[in-house]
């Protein structure tokens, strides 16, 4: 067990070592890493070249991300890709919100600031003021 222990500690030691200076795991590079595996498992039934070079290509820029020294360019291109899915992620998260609370709450959008909004639901017509922006809209709950 002490054994085990010491080669834990030496290999996270090496792989610090190893990431001094690079830019590391960031969601770009999770995303892309991740992609790849899924295509990695499509391309085991479906035999496809496409596949197989879509593979390749993704998982070797997963890996130029995490392994490469220009953290700022990095960044910047997380930072970008952050941006882009920023919408879609929000709506999911509504989704899931929605289906978690549906005997309890509705959720409405601000119109004005796009907050999100919890009201209880059963209570009939009610003005609902965005704790945000305080516009006041009428909804059915």
């Not at 992609?35 to 390749?56: C, R």
Request: charged share 20%.
């Amino acid at each position: 067990m002490d054994k085990l222990k010491q080669l834990r500690f030496l290999l996270n030691r090496l792989f610090s070592q190893i990431f001094i200076g690079r830019n590391g795991f960031d969601n770009l590079a999770t995303t892309c890493s991740v992609t790849a595996l899924l295509l990695l498992i499509i391309n085991i039934f479906a035999q496809s070249i496409i596949i197989y070079i879509l593979w390749v290509a993704l998982f070797g820029y997963s890996l130029f991300r995490v392994y490469s020294k220009n953290i700022t360019k990095r960044y910047a291109e997380n930072q970008k890709f952050l941006s882009l899915t920023k919408t879609p992620a929000s709506y999911i998260n509504l989704m899931r919100l929605q289906i978690r609370d549906r005997k309890t709450s509705r959720y409405y959008i601000c119109k004005n600031c796009h907050q999100q909004i919890r009201v209880p639901k059963g209570k009939g017509r009610i003005e609902i003021r965005c704790p945000k922006c305080s516009t006041r809209f009428i909804k059915k709950t």
